[in-house]
């Protein structure tokens, strides 16, 4: 069993930047694909960003390419989300997610492991 533990969500303004990290422990899987998903208040769930285990192939929403940034650090079992130039519609609460799989994922259904959730909050 993997635990996932995210920090670094807060309150920003937009145009602002927040790094988010992700700490794995116990079973890390630590050449598993790793991913960002998203949930703001009366939507469902989306992805954000993944990162493959072991080429690091990334992919990201459209919503976020250009300005968010996903990135691991396998010996430190950690996978951040630099996330600059934010908007209001960033606001959401953000979770890690983990698989043992290395191929990327993209979709809530790859990944088998989550995170209690982190929140950003971007103000106009």
């Known amino acids: 069993q993997v635990q996932l533990v995210e920090s670094g969500g807060g309150l920003v303004q937009a145009g602002g930047s927040l790094r988010l990290s992700c700490a794995a422990s116990?079973?890390?899987?630590?050449?598993?694909?790793k991913g960002w998903f998203r949930q703001a208040p009366g939507k469902l769930r989306e992805f954000v960003a993944g990162?493959?285990?072991?080429?690091?192939?990334?992919s990201y929403a459209d919503s976020v390419k250009g300005r968010f940034t996903i990135s691991r650090d396998n010996a430190k079992n950690t996978v951040y989300l630099q996330m600059n130039s934010l908007k209001p519609e960033d606001t959401a609460v953000y979770y890690c997610?983990?698989?043992?799989?290395?191929?990327?994922?993209?979709?809530?259904?790859?990944?088998?492991?989550w995170g209690q959730g982190t929140q950003v909050t971007v103000s106009s």
């Open positions: 997610a983990a698989r043992s799989n290395s191929n990327l994922g993209i979709t809530g259904n790859d990944f088998n492991s």
């Open positions: 116990g079973r890390t899987f630590s050449s598993g694909a």
């Open positions: 990162i493959s285990g072991l080429l690091y192939t990334t």
